[in-house]
């Protein structure tokens, strides 16, 4: 099936962008692990599998489109610290939301009601899940404090 080119690139485009999210999620996770911080990691070793889940979604419509799928990932820098890392995540999903956004207006305009069903449930899985799970880690840190936090992340139940 040959779809639109403006729609299969901007797919490609969110597809890099999916695959830089995955990585960043996937570094942190890990440097959370190495840290102790059993719970941090759980939960992000979950986010990174599902934009994989999104990317992978991606690129099969990309294929299914008859376009090449662009696999490099969108480049990032990952944080260090804690802090820094959650709010890193955050400013990602909210980079994601807005291009998600402008996806599912361009297949709108398009009228590629199949492709903007795929971006709107990626749309709802980064405001309702990821975005706002971000939000409360960083809210928490603020109400109770950095060191309180990490405490509450080092050990217990991982979800």
Known sequence: MQGNPQVVDYLKDLLRGELAARDQY???SRIYEDQGFTRLYA?????????????DALLRRILMLGG??????KAFVPGTEV???????LATEYEVRAALQGGIALCESER????????LAQ??????????????QIGLIDKIGLQNY???????DPT
Do not use: N
């Open 150 to 156: 990490l405490q509450s992340q080092a050990s217990g």
């Open 68 to 73: 090449l799928p662009d696999m490099r990932p």
């Open 112 to 119: 590629d009601y199949v492709s903007r069903d795929i971006l």
């Open 43 to 55: 939960r992000l070793d979950h986010e990174m599998q599902e934009e994989t889940q999104h990317a």
């Open 83 to 89: 802090t820094e890392m959650l709010r890193k995540d």
């Open 123 to 136: 749309l709802r899985d980064t405001e309702e899940d990821h975005a706002y799970w971000l939000e409360k």
């Open 26 to 28: 996937f570094i942190h």
